[in-house]
Nanobody, 114 residues
């Protein structure tokens, strides 16, 4: 049975940085295109960043040049480096495959506020 655990969220001031991690143990990590998503109350979950099995990367326009997605196959871990954070980045952040194959984890909360 695989396990999906997101971590790294927290409270940060505007302009600050956070690094999110998603450990996907036993979930065939290397077989999938992977993505970070975020959701705020009352809104649909949106795709923030995607990295394919071949290493191609795409970002939501509003996070381009501020966020960086990466992965470590050996550690079965997906990362999201978030710099120059803005209040509008406040959300619950999740990881999953690009086609949402995995059961959703608990997410990690990011709050950007002064």
């Amino acid at each position: 049975q695989g396990q999906l655990v997101e971590s790294g969220g927290g409270l940060v001031q505007p302009g600050g940085s956070l690094r999110l991690s998603c450990v996907a143990s036993g979930m065939f990590f290397s077989a999938y295109d992977l993505a970070w998503y975020r959701q705020t109350p009352g809104s649909a979950r949106e795709l923030v960043a995607l990295i394919t099995t071949g290493g191609s990367i795409k970002y939501l326009n509003s996070v381009k040049d501020r966020f960086t997605i990466s992965k470590d196959r050996a550690k079965e871990t997906l990362y999201l480096q978030m710099n120059s954070l803005k209040p509008e980045d406040t959300a619950l952040y999740y990881c999953n495959t690009a086609s949402n194959v995995w059961p959703w984890g608990q997410g990690t909360q990011v709050v950007v506020s002064s």
